[in-house]
């Protein structure tokens, strides 16, 4: 029987896993990508260290217009199914509360043990080849980088969303998909910093703290996360705000006022606050108003609170009206800030929105152009942070890889 020929558009983590998934079930495999290598973006993922899963596979990890299907993709090649991918590979993994990671962890193993597969199962890799057309022809695919073309039995589109365009994905895969018919969710960068409005962010940049932040949302219950907040010269950033940040740059596309709120007191309800208040009031002695808030939040922030509580650092407690020191206390469970804009795609980790999940198959086969398959982040499925991304990768690269080849 004729070997079915394959091409895989764009090498990142999906087009690799879909690229070994087909060649071990015996088609002929050839990826074409844009970059002058593969798997640039993996060297970047979990700071040079690659989380690239997570024993925690959960619906509220993902989004995206229909998480139901993302969900049942996802018992089709689960986290046991990417350990043992990757332990077949010869990578040792290491389980950090829940979070996997490469033994050694260097994201640099991960990409090497991708290519050492690659390279033993024969798998034809054609380096920057930047496709920008693909059109049907009878009974095969073509596809085009401009200057060469190339046909197909079944192509396989992995070429990733627009986010951290340095690494390759530079948003070409949705021209492809529409190309093919395909509508498009539209776009916004997730797992990114969002810049705010308020002036003093200068003034407190640099200063990392646990808190828990709350976006509120027009009837819907608000949503929170916690973790280690990191404040910058123009606005929040770290896990938490990553985690919001993609239900964010929704509400910002509609216009929306979006404000969040900043609990650096997550321990304490407001009673436990009264009683803060009450045992540091018992220390007041002689103290500024400076050295009164020592010792309870960064200096930076409480300098901050004091000010925005019309008071001075250098005011004696004693002089200080009450109802302004206990706004103090107030502003460290509710500081309010609002955001005007995410960072750019350059900056976001991964890029919510793209082709509708309602526009393939099951297997992950377009129903706009049959024989044309999609795998990763192109599809409008994103993850939180903790692995959910590359597991969404592994996942959708196996089953576009798997029935590519059938
Ligand atoms: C800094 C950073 C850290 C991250 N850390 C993590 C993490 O620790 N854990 C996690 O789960 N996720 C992480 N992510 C997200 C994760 O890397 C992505 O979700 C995942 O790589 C998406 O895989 P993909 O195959 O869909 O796309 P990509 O990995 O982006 O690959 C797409 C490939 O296609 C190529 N390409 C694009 N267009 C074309 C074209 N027209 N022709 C040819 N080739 C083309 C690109 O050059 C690229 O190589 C991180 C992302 C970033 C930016």
Not at 9 to 20: R, V
Not at 324 to 331: C, E, G, N, T, Y
Request: proline fraction near 2%.
């Amino acid at each position: 029987m004729k070997q079915r020929k394959i091409g895989i558009i764009g090498g990142g983590a999906s087009g690799m896993a879909a690229a070994i998934t087909a060649a071990r079930q015996g088609a002929l495999v050839t990826i074409l990508e844009g970059n002058d290598r593969i798997g640039k973006k993996l060297l970047a993922t979990g700071n040079g260290r690659c989380n690239l899963g997570n024993l925690e596979l959960s619906a509220d990890c993902y989004y995206g217009e229909d998480v139901v299907f993302v969900m049942d993709r996802l018992t089709q090649f689960n986290t046991q199914d990417t350990i043992s991918f990757f332990q077949g590979l010869g990578l040792m993994i290491k389980n950090k509360g829940g979070y996997l990671y490469p033994a050694c962890e260097q994201a640099s193993a991960v990409l090497d043990v991708l290519r050492m597969e690659i390279k033993e199962l024969g798998i034809e890799v054609k380096l920057q080849c930047r496709v920008c057309r693909i059109y049907r022809k009878e009974d095969l695919i073509v596809v085009s980088d401009g200057k060469i073309e190339y046909a197909f039995d079944r192509v396989i589109l992995a070429c990733g969303g627009k986010a951290a365009k340095n690494t390759g994905s530079d948003g070409s895969g949705y021209e492809l998909a529409k190309q093919l018919g395909h509508s498009l969710i539209p776009t916004v960068p997730a797992l990114v910093q969002l810049r705010c409005k308020e002036d003093y962010f200068k003034s407190i940049a640099g200063v990392r703290a646990d808190a828990c932040i709350t976006l509120e949302r027009e009837g819907r219950e608000p949503v929170r996360e916690r973790g280690e907040l990191q404040l910058t010269d123009y606005g929040i950033s770290g896990i938490p705000v990553f985690q919001l940040s993609r239900i964010v740059g929704r509400q910002l596309m509609q216009q929306k006022e979006v404000t969040i709120h900043i609990n650096f007191l997550p321990d304490y309800d407001e009673e436990g606050l009264k009683q803060l208040y009450a045992v540091r009031n018992a220390l007041e002695g002689d103290k500024t108003m400076e050295e009164f808030f020592t010792g309870m939040l960064h200096k930076k922030i409480m300098l901050l609170f004091i000010r925005l509580a019309g008071l001075k650092a250098g005011t004696p407690v004693r002089e200080a009206a009450k109802d302004a020191i206990w706004k103090v206390f107030s502003l460290c469970r509710d500081f309010t800030v609002t955001v005007t804009a995410s960072n750019p795609y350059e900056n976001a980790q991964v890029c919510a929105g793209g082709v509708p999940t309602g526009e393939v198959t099951k297997e992950l086969e377009s129903r706009k152009a049959s024989g044309v398959y999609f795998a990763g982040e192109l599809l409008d499925v994103d993850g939180k942070c903790g692995g959910y991304n590359l597991q969404w990768a592994w996942c959708s690269g196996y089953l576009a890889g798997m029935a590519a080849a059938k």
